[in-house]
């Protein structure tokens, strides 16, 4: 791909994190712009945690339009922005910076396209279900925080270190009207729990390519037709948890259109204009048929 229309005019994004050479990110973003004759350009920028305060200075210093953050830099970003929007805040983490007059301010769309994805692609509405989280990590986080704030009826944490679990839910019944509570882990989860809920979101790192024959521990027999299920995993696109989840005869969902609404979301943010959410899903697909 070429860049033949960059100029003095050209206004640019991007994304920080260390390392960044492997993300779909660039060709998702640049797809769209190209779609919709925006003289804008999205590059990836390694940036060393060592040097995160300064490359987020270099946001306003060269004039970017924001940025997106990626792994390392989540949380430690926080204290070097201007504002925080309310999910970001809840969630401790930022992944989309929007260079506004001078100011930078933080947003995480994470959770976000999750919950999009779920309503645009699986045509589900989260309100009023009870759902089950398999993990208490970043991820785990900003998809429990956007699934309250989508006003759920109530949320199930189960992960391998429970205090992290309950961390979890004492910081989603604190920030948000829903309750959270914790539930036992692997071989301690009852059927009968899992029987009873809507949504069941693995979002650990089990099952994530090279280790695609491994599935968390799950009562998966209490599985049935009236549920969906989902995996933040991408790679593969069917991780053993989901083929589990489809043996019951469960609907299931991967993580790529998480993927994809998280960056049309950030997209939106920046240009205030509708993303091309085809040919930015186009573009995603290309890059994972590579993986
Ligand atoms: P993280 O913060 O490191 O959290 C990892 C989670 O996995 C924790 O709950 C951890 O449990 C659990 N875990 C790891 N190894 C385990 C094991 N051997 N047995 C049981 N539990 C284990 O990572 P993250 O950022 O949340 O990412 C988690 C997954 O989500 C990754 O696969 C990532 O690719 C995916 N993800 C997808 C998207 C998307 O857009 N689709 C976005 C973000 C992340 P403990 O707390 O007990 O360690």
């Given at each position: 791909?070429?860049?033949?229309?960059?100029?003095?005019?050209?206004?640019?994004?991007?994304?920080?994190?260390f390392?960044?050479?492997?993300s779909?990110?660039?060709?998702?973003?640049?797809?769209?712009?190209?779609?919709?004759?925006?003289?804008?350009?999205?590059?990836?920028?390694?940036?060393?945690?060592d040097k995160?305060?300064?490359a987020?200075?270099?946001i306003t210093?060269?004039?970017?339009?924001?940025?997106?953050v990626?792994?390392?830099?989540?949380?430690?970003v926080?204290?070097?922005?201007?504002?925080?929007?309310?999910?970001?805040?809840?969630?401790?983490?930022?992944?989309?910076?929007?260079?506004?007059?001078?100011?930078?301010?933080?947003?995480?769309t994470?959770?976000?396209?999750?919950?999009?994805?779920l309503?645009?692609?699986?045509?589900?509405?989260?309100?009023?279900?009870?759902?089950?989280?398999?993990?208490?990590?970043?991820?785990?986080?900003?998809v429990?925080?956007?699934?309250?704030?989508?006003?759920?009826?109530?949320?199930?944490?189960?992960?391998r270190?429970?205090?992290?679990?309950?961390?979890?839910?004492?910081?989603?019944?604190?920030?948000?009207?829903?309750?959270?509570?914790?539930?036992?882990?692997?071989?301690?989860?009852?059927?009968?729990?899992?029987?009873?809920?809507?949504?069941?979101v693995?979002t650990?790192?089990?099952?994530?390519?090279?280790?695609?024959?491994?599935?968390?521990?799950?009562?998966?027999?209490?599985?049935?037709?009236?549920?969906?299920?989902?995996?933040?995993?991408?790679?593969?696109?069917?991780?053993?948890?989901?083929?589990?989840?489809?043996?019951?005869?469960?609907?299931?969902?991967?993580?790529?259109?998480?993927?994809?609404?998280?960056?049309?979301?950030?997209?939106?943010?920046?240009?205030?204009?509708?993303?091309p959410?085809?040919?930015?899903?186009?573009?995603?697909?290309?890059?994972?048929?590579?993986?």
């Amino acid at each position: 791909m070429g860049f033949p229309h960059l100029n003095g005019k050209t206004k640019v994004c991007g994304l920080f994190g260390f390392p960044v050479e492997h993300s779909f990110s660039p060709a998702m973003h640049n797809a769209a712009f190209e779609q919709m004759g925006l003289n804008w350009a999205y590059m990836p920028f390694e940036v060393h945690p060592d040097k995160l305060p300064q490359a987020v200075q270099g946001i306003t210093a060269l004039g970017l339009v924001g940025a997106n953050v990626t792994v390392p830099h989540k949380q430690k970003v926080i204290p070097l922005l201007h504002e925080l929007d309310a999910a970001a805040r809840l969630i401790g983490a930022v992944n989309t910076i929007v260079s506004e007059k001078g100011k930078l301010i933080g947003y995480n769309t994470d959770g976000k396209g999750f919950v999009t994805s779920l309503e645009k692609d699986a045509k589900y509405n989260c309100n009023n279900k009870k759902v089950l989280i398999l993990g208490a990590g970043g991820a785990a986080r900003a998809v429990a925080v956007q699934l309250a704030l989508a006003g759920v009826n109530k949320l199930y944490i189960t992960n391998r270190s429970r205090e992290k679990a309950a961390q979890l839910a004492w910081e989603i019944e604190q920030g948000t009207a829903i309750q959270a509570e914790v539930l036992g882990w692997g071989t301690e989860l009852p059927g009968s729990r899992v029987a009873e809920m809507d949504l069941i979101v693995q979002t650990t790192s089990l099952g994530m390519s090279p280790a695609c024959n491994i599935a968390p521990d799950f009562p998966y027999e209490a599985l049935h037709s009236g549920q969906v299920v989902c995996d933040l995993i991408y790679n593969p696109e069917t991780t053993l948890f989901l083929k589990k989840a489809a043996m019951q005869k469960a609907k299931i969902y991967n993580g790529l259109g998480m993927l994809l609404y998280q960056g049309v979301l950030a997209f939106e943010l920046w240009t205030g204009l509708r993303a091309p959410v085809e040919v930015m899903r186009e573009a995603l697909y290309k890059q994972v048929k590579k993986i």
